[in-house]
């Protein structure tokens, strides 16, 4: 029999194909070098210095657009983005949401809805990390429910002519291309917008208290005019923005596991070595009891994110599984940070140690790509056949 593994305890990486491994090993290498050194003092700053930079390096570790096939993406399979995600947040939730809206939500709606052309022009630098994309699809008075946005699309001869706000995009200030929710006489579709497009621009949003390293902006959209080909073709409705998120929140399923285990493994070393009473408070019964409770939970996260990355790679994962992961995975996590937070004392408060950039910062994933009450209802209304949304 192989020896109990406290990293491992269930014997999950036994699931895992070498490729994976790698790609895991690949990752994790690199926001080790490149993230954890410095994220503490972005954090306290509220800036993503060298975003740029860091794109290009995530490109060129094929972790932009990852599990997309052709124009310079990696064709990874889900489980392998997946991993991929654990690992970028596991150093910070900021680092995995440049890599989710980059790949998931702008280059996964070109790849899916886009023109031929459109893929050809955009999604090869992209991947590089040439070109930083956003997601615009929340507006300052439609969050949970953006069937009701008020961004408006209009036709004048064959252009589009587009009016409106989004508000709190990801990479929104950084961004060369923003894909664009909006409103028209048939529907919500989807445009393509080159950021330097007359009449756009994005301000960023500053006195955030979570996602301190990570660029979250505004985006204004004054009469910017557009050519005809600017439209997602392959898509009408609320389907298309929807269809992406499906995407967007597997990966974070897996990402919040990765914020957790951060916390976990810094609560249990705390534990062994911090003493109170004469002894080691990891000794004290009651601390067992959470550092217990954190490990069944954090694998148990584990386990199902693996699980849905086997049901995405099959062409079987439906949305309401994905919020099912997502409503759990993250609910744990935080969970998980915060009681590392307890165990560590008023060294938890500090930003010396991860735990309480980790939780804050989950405070927004439980918030975006779809509240914890949305995911509820999505479940709620898939076991009960009623929709309590209205
Ligand atoms: P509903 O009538 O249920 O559906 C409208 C149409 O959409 C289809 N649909 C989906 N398609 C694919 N995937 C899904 N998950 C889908 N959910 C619904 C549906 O079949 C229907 O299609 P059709 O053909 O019949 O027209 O829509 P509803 O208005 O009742 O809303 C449902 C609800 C509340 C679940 C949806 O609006 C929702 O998910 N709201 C939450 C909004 C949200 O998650 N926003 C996220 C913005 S992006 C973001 O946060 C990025 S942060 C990233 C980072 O930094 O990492
Ligand atoms: P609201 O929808 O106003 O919800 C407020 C509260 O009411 C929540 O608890 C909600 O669950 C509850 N509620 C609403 N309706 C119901 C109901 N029917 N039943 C029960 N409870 C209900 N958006 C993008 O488009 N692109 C991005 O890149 C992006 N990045 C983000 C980055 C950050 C850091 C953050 C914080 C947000 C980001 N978002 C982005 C926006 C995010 O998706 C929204 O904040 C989220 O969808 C919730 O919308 P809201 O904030 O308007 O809250």
């Known amino acids: 029999k192989s020896p109990f593994d406290p990293v491992d305890p269930l014997g999950i990486d036994d699931l895992l194909e070498p490729e994976d491994l790698a790609v895991r090993d690949t990752v994790r290498s690199w926001a080790a070098d490149r993230v954890l050194p410095y994220v503490a003092d972005w954090y306290e700053k509220g800036e993503l210095p060298g975003i740029r930079e860091l794109a290009r390096e995530l490109g060129g570790i ?7 096939s052709g124009y310079g993406c990696a064709g990874a399979s889900a489980v392998q983005y997946g991993l991929a995600c654990l690992e970028l947040e596991a150093a910070d939730s900021g680092i995995r949401s440049l890599v989710s809206v980059q790949g998931s939500l702008a280059m996964y709606a070109i790849h899916r809805f886009g023109s031929e052309e459109q893929k050809r022009r955009w999604l090869p630098s992209m991947a590089a990390g040439e070109v930083i994309g956003c997601f615009g699809l929340t507006e300052p008075d439609h969050g949970s429910d953006p ?3 008020r961004t408006f699309a209009k036709r004048d001869g064959s252009d589009w002519v587009l009016d409106g706000r989004k508000m ?14 909006a409103q028209t006489e048939a529907g919500v579709r989807g445009f393509v917008v080159p ?3 007359p009449g756009f621009s994005a301000p960023e949003i500053k006195h955030k208290w979570s996602l301190r390293a990570s660029v979250t902006s505004e985006l204004v959209l004054d009469g910017v005019r557009l050519p005809a080909d600017a439209v997602l073709p392959e ?13 967007a929140r597997y990966g974070i399923v897996w990402g919040a596991m990765g914020a957790a285990r951060a916390c976990f493994e810094t609560a249990v070393d705390y534990a062994k070595t911090r003493e109170q009473f004469g002894r080691p408070i990891g000794g004290f019964q009651l601390t067992q009891a959470k550092l217990a409770d954190m490990a069944v939970e954090l694998h148990k996260g584990i386990l199902l994110a693996h699980h849905l990355g086997r049901r995405m790679d099959a062409g079987r994962l439906r949305p309401e599984q994905v919020s099912f992961g997502k409503l759990n995975n993250v609910r744990e996590a935080i969970e998980i940070c915060r009681t590392a937070r307890t165990i560590l004392g008023a060294n938890g408060i500090s930003l010396e140690y991860p735990v309480m950039r980790h939780a804050t910062n ?11 009450e949305m995911h509820q209802l999505v479940l709620g209304k898939a ?5 309590a949304f209205r």
Not at 62 to 68: C, D, E, I, Q, R
Not at 168 to 181: D, H, L
Not at 383 to 387: A, N
């Open 383 to 387: 076991l009960t056949g009623l929709d």
């Open 362 to 372: 989950l405070e927004s994933v439980l918030t975006y790509e779809g509240t914890v």
């Open 195 to 197: 950021t330097d497009s």
């Open 168 to 181: 709190w995009i990801t990479n929104g200030s950084v961004a060369g291309v923003a894909v664009v929710w």
């Open 235 to 247: 898509v009408v409705g609320l389907k298309g923005p929807l269809g992406c998120l499906n995407h």
């Open 147 to 149: 069937a009701g946005m």
């Open 62 to 68: 094929g972790a932009l657009g990852m599990s997309l």
